[in-house]
């Protein structure tokens, strides 16, 4: 069966010819590259939303989720939420207030990010990480995000499912320790 066999490479740049010919195939496979995994791009943008919704302050995770394709802002709009007051700011705080200074697109974009951080922050360290990654997922629609890369789509759903399935396994409440 698919899961009999295992492909070993000294190094990760020999998996994108694998993974295509593979797609192109429809034979199905799990990429796992040690904590390379967590640096694919869509893995590190699922986890900057987690890692913002366990901790607002963290201006850093902030700036990742709302740049991300999940919300999209504009760097302009990055830039504006920081100095919004004419001093630099936490995003946190500058989601909260008066969003008017920003392009129309970002204010929605901002909006909608502040909503889910508001709806989902309660359920931190309350719920399993695996609900609360897939509330989050759900939330931002994150498998339609993936699949508008067309081609790479099924790859990266299925590097979502095993961030899922390592969440579920770990069997963690708390989303720091995860």
Known sequence: SWDDVTLL?????GFPAYEDAFE?????FV????????NRPEIRDVLNLL??????????????LLRSPAFGLSDAALYHL??????KQPYWIALQGDLTALAEPDQAYARRALELLQD?????????????????????DYRAILASAEAAAGRLWRNLD????????SGLVNVRAF
């Open 162 to 169: 095993k961030l899922l399935a390592d969440a579920q396994a």
């Open 31 to 38: 990429t796992v590259a040690g904590q390379g995994f967590y």
């Open 82 to 87: 920081r100095w919004l007051t004419g001093q």
């Open 24 to 28: 192109d195939a429809g034979i199905p």
């Open 120 to 140: 989902l922050q309660p359920l931190v360290d309350r719920l399993p990480v695996a609900e609360l990654l897939k509330r989050l997922v759900d939330g931002v």
């Open 51 to 64: 890692r913002a919704l366990a901790d607002p302050w963290d201006d850093l995770a902030m700036a990742g």
């Open 9 to 13: 490479f000294r190094a990760s740049t």
